[in-house]
């Protein structure tokens, strides 16, 4: 089994920052690509930042500049670095991961919980 473990979110003021972290545990043979989802009420889901294994990352418009993605691959931890939060970052946040459990049978994604992020002005 793999779980995908977040935590880091909460209520801060626009302007303000925080950072939210992802571990994976359980059986992993290896993490292809890391990142963050989101979704706001009455929104359909929406990718927000991915990394690869190689540490190539891709983020998105709404994002760029204030965000950062990073990992940690001897902790198979993902990490997001929100700053200069708006309102309309108001979500519930989503780690997701691309993970082969043995080195065959190929790779597949998994999310964790979510953890609420409440940005007000």
């Known amino acids: 089994q793999v779980q995908l473990v977040e935590s880091g979110g909460g209520l801060v003021q626009a302007g303000g920052s925080l950072r939210l972290s992802c571990a994976a545990s359980g059986t992993i043979f290896s993490i292809n690509d890391m990142g963050w989802y989101r979704q706001a009420p009455g929104k359909q889901r929406e990718l927000v930042a991915v990394?690869?294994?190689?540490?190539?990352?891709n983020y998105a418009d709404s994002v760029k500049g204030r965000y950062t993605v990073s990992r940690d691959n001897a902790k198979n931890t993902v990490y997001l670095q929100m700053n200069s939060l708006k309102p309309e970052d108001t979500a519930v946040y989503y780690c997701?991961?691309?993970?082969?459990?043995?080195?065959?049978?190929?790779?597949?994604?998994?999310w964790g919980q979510g953890t609420q992020v409440t940005v007000s002005s």
């Open positions: 990394i690869t294994s190689g540490g190539n990352t």
């Open positions: 997701n991961a691309d993970i082969a459990r043995r080195w065959f049978g190929g790779a597949h994604a998994y």
